[in-house]
Nanobody, 119 residues
Framework: QVQLVESGGGLVQPGGSLRLSCAASGNIFSIYVMGWYRQAPGKQRELVAQ???????DYADSVKGRFTISRDSAKNTVYLQMNSLKPEDTAVYYC?????????????WGQGTQVTVSS
């Protein structure tokens, strides 16, 4: 069993910052990709950012230059530093990891954390 625990969401004014964290625990031996997705009301879930084991990253165009993803492999934790937040960043943010518990590679999702950007 693999558990993902997210934290750091909340209400912030436009232009503000938040830092999300997601810690993975349980029966997982290798993590290959750690990422953040978001889903706004009435919209599909979309990739925000992801980071591979080697350190390469991908970002959605809408967050480039404002968000930074990082990981602490020793702690199986991924972070998302969000700066210059805009109302359109409002969504539930989900952590996702692709990893192996010994046989094959599986995807695991966190429970989601609400981010609201509003004055």
């Amino acid at each position: 069993q693999v558990q993902l625990v997210e934290s750091g969401g909340g209400l912030v004014q436009p232009g503000g910052s938040l830092r999300l964290s997601c810690a993975a625990s349980g029966n997982i031996f290798s993590i290959y990709v750690m990422g953040w997705y978001r889903q706004a009301p009435g919209k599909q879930r979309e990739l925000v950012a992801q980071i591979r084991r080697g350190g390469s990253t991908d970002y959605a165009d809408s967050v480039k230059g404002r968000f930074t993803i990082s990981r602490d492999s020793a702690k199986n934790t991924v972070y998302l530093q969000m700066n210059s937040l805009k109302p359109e960043d409002t969504a539930v943010y989900y952590c996702k990891i692709d990893g192996s518990s010994g046989v094959g590679v599986n995807s695991y999702w966190g429970q989601g954390t609400q981010v609201t950007v509003s004055s």
